[in-house]
């Protein structure tokens, strides 16, 4: 199984163009066979969740086959190719997690841990109930500061399927371990984290570490990651 995660970016005015791909990009996709899931979604400013879209970034994230990895439908690329816009793609291995995405386990059954330890992507998704939207966003930009100055971080993209409610981060670690040293001993971020579950901020959420095997195309004009 491999996850690809294309991010792109329209030319300036163009935004609209990639709002309207968000409807038009189904059908191919539902009618594609080498496709096993898919989300259609838009993009954040800050890099993480963001209450204030990008209008000009948007995201398609798919599931397929080994032997299927990295596929696009031929109208996706030719609408891309025609409004000239930037692509930065990921292709990844799912190795660890846990959680569920709309009530499936979209990357399999996966370990809660692996040996892996060299760079590493990590999905964080969320559901946000309607009751804790007050909770969860007054935690967000503390957070987001935090990973951005974080030993070992090297860039992260916020997506999400609808605007408050369904967000979720990307984000690209130089190791599992110094991912950890982030995510479970800075006090801030366990705190938070802890909250989420006594609180019950989600009703329902995903946690998926990946190896990253392939990245290629730009982000406002370089490569976000590069893998050595």
């Given at each position: 199984m491999i996850a690809t995660l294309s991010?792109?970016?329209?030319?300036?005015y163009l935004g609209w163009a990639g709002f309207l791909s968000m409807a038009?990009?189904?059908?191919p996709?539902?009618?594609?066979?080498k496709i096993e899931f898919y989300k259609l979604m838009g993009c954040g400013r800050n890099g993480t969740f963001?209450?204030?879209?990008?209008?000009?970034?948007w995201a398609l994230l798919t599931i397929s086959s080994a032997a299927d990895g990295g596929y696009r439908p031929f109208f996706i690329k030719t609408w891309w190719k025609f409004f000239g816009v930037e692509i930065w793609e990921l292709q990844l291995e799912p190795i660890e997690g846990h959680g569920t995405w709309d009530g499936k386990e979209v990357f399999g059954a996966l370990p809660k841990q692996s040996n892996y330890e060299g760079a590493i992507g990590i999905l964080t998704r969320a559901t946000i109930r309607p009751s804790q939207l007050g909770r969860f966003w007054s935690h967000v930009d503390s957070i987001a500061q935090q990973m951005a100055g974080a030993n070992g971080f090297i860039t992260s993209i916020g997506i999400g399927e609808v605007p408050w409610i369904k967000q979720a981060t990307f984000s690209i670690w130089e190791s599992k371990e110094q991912m950890r040293q982030f995510a479970y001993k800075m006090k801030e971020h366990a705190e938070v984290v802890k909250k989420t579950h006594q609180e019950k901020w989600y009703s329902e959420?995903?946690?998926?570490?990946?190896?990253?095997?392939k990245s290629t195309g730009s982000l406002n004009g370089k490569l976000p990651f590069e893998i050595k």
């Amino acid at each position: 199984m491999i996850a690809t995660l294309s991010i792109v970016r329209y030319p300036r005015y163009l935004g609209w163009a990639g709002f309207l791909s968000m409807a038009l990009f189904r059908l191919p996709i539902w009618l594609s066979s080498k496709i096993e899931f898919y989300k259609l979604m838009g993009c954040g400013r800050n890099g993480t969740f963001d209450k204030t879209p990008d209008w000009r970034q948007w995201a398609l994230l798919t599931i397929s086959s080994a032997a299927d990895g990295g596929y696009r439908p031929f109208f996706i690329k030719t609408w891309w190719k025609f409004f000239g816009v930037e692509i930065w793609e990921l292709q990844l291995e799912p190795i660890e997690g846990h959680g569920t995405w709309d009530g499936k386990e979209v990357f399999g059954a996966l370990p809660k841990q692996s040996n892996y330890e060299g760079a590493i992507g990590i999905l964080t998704r969320a559901t946000i109930r309607p009751s804790q939207l007050g909770r969860f966003w007054s935690h967000v930009d503390s957070i987001a500061q935090q990973m951005a100055g974080a030993n070992g971080f090297i860039t992260s993209i916020g997506i999400g399927e609808v605007p408050w409610i369904k967000q979720a981060t990307f984000s690209i670690w130089e190791s599992k371990e110094q991912m950890r040293q982030f995510a479970y001993k800075m006090k801030e971020h366990a705190e938070v984290v802890k909250k989420t579950h006594q609180e019950k901020w989600y009703s329902e959420d995903m946690f998926v570490r990946f190896k990253p095997l392939k990245s290629t195309g730009s982000l406002n004009g370089k490569l976000p990651f590069e893998i050595k």
